[in-house]
């Protein structure tokens, strides 16, 4: 349990890092001299994308760790009740992490970030519907192999702002 644990905080890393990578804001020129191109998102936006990164890499990552282990647990044993219920727990930490996307988007300024977001958000939603991503998981490989791409697919949409 605690590999499997591991396995999904990792996972949950690399989204955070890989949003949200470079939080600097462009060093300033000084006078005289050439600015130094902008980076791809603006210092508005770089923003907003740290505040993801703090939504993501806090207690939503911890939730939905805790909500996924429990799924593959419930899922190794024999109590479809036990099952339900874990499934019901992972739908909400999915539910939670979508609202948390969804309010960090509202306050970014640019439309195209705003949209980023709320594409974001939608993917999460996604996740949650069918479950279908922990779709034949029992080991810890297993796990690495479907989560890593729909993590990294919930964020591709930050990409292009975040970068």
């Known amino acids: 349990m605690r590999r499997l644990l591991t396995a ?7 989204l955070g890092a890989s ?16 600015a130094a191109p902008a980076p791809s998102g603006s210092t508005a936006a770089k923003a907003v994308c740290a505040e ?7 207690k939503a990552r911890t939730d939905l760790a805790t909500a996924i ?5 419930a899922r190794a044993g024999t109590d479809a009740a036990k099952t339900l219920a874990a499934e019901t727990k992972l739908r909400d930490a999915l539910t939670a992490l979508e609202t948390q996307i969804t309010a960090v988007g509202a306050v970014a300024a640019d439309p195209a970030a705003k949209a ?15 479950l279908a991503f922990l779709d034949g998981v ?26």
């Open 19 to 34: 949003a949200c990578a470079d939080d600097k804001p462009a060093p300033a020129s000084s006078p005289g001299t050439a």
């Open 69 to 73: 282990g429990g799924v593959l647990t």
């Open 138 to 163: 029992t080991k810890l490989a297993d796990l690495e192999a479907k989560l890593t791409p729909v993590l990294l697919a919930w964020i591709t949409p930050l990409s292009r702002i975040c970068l």
């Open 116 to 130: 980023a977001f709320d594409q974001v958000a939608a993917n999460v939603r996604q996740s949650g519907v069918d």
């Open 8 to 14: 999904v905080l990792v996972a949950a890393s690399l």
């Open 52 to 58: 993801f990164d703090k939504v993501f890499n806090g």
